[in-house]
């Protein structure tokens, strides 16, 4: 396991991609795709494609405008045809947009059981982060219980991170079904009532970086790594949310290098 002070993020191999990555941080990346197949393959990926993007539209810049385009030819048009081709473009290019997203989401070949196990908390946090006498089944007060018992359901140690430097109380956990087999459930509480979750469930996926995914008002930061997927959702609000990410993520991995050690 590579480790760096702040976790390898998405947005870090997109801009290792774009040439935009602080000199500061590019050293860390590669030191990460050199030991995560995975995301090095996205990043190659990601490269082949702008590079076919470059080569196949990249004279369109030198061409000269089209005489249909004329400017002063636009004007001319009457405005009755405006809106119908305004609606035409518009709609033209959200169904651009939508493939172009789907078309990256099938390029970079997240893993199915992330996508899942994300999906799966995202819901679960939806389901009780409304609740209000009954949000958990065993209470925060009994930590040392709960994770013994999570534990023991998973068939591996559980550790509830300590959010507490950054406003968040354990509120306490459950069970809850994963994509292949059993996954806890923590969920924290700040002092305005918001509430944060940490799912963690068995995952046999190769390990990834830090990834973020929005879902209305809800989004998640999620990672794989020493053979569990975990996924900290919370509002969207994503700098707050980073900051609860990496906070479990620091705790969590610390953890995981302890026992690996």
Known sequence: MINHDLPIMED????????ELPAGRRAAVEAWLAAHA???ARVGAWRAQAEMIRNRYGGTV?????SKLDAARLRRIERRWFRPALVAVVAA??????SGWFGHDVLEGESRYANTATADAIDAY?????????PVEVPGAEEPHLVQWLSKRLGYGV?????GPIGLKLVGGRLLPGPGGPAAFLMYEGPSGDRYTVYCARSNSPETALRYRAVDQVAAYYWIDDSRVYVVSGPAD???LLRVARSAYDQLEAGDQKNRG
């Open 12 to 19: 870090d191999l997109h801009a290792y991609v774009d040439g």
């Open 159 to 163: 550790r509830a991170p300590d959010l």
């Open 38 to 40: 995975d995301d090095a």
């Open 126 to 134: 939806k389901l009780y982060v409304v609740e209000v006498r009954h």
């Open 93 to 98: 290019f959200a169904l651009g947009g939508l």
């Open 238 to 240: 994503r700098d707050r």
């Open 62 to 66: 030198l061409e000269p405008v089209p």
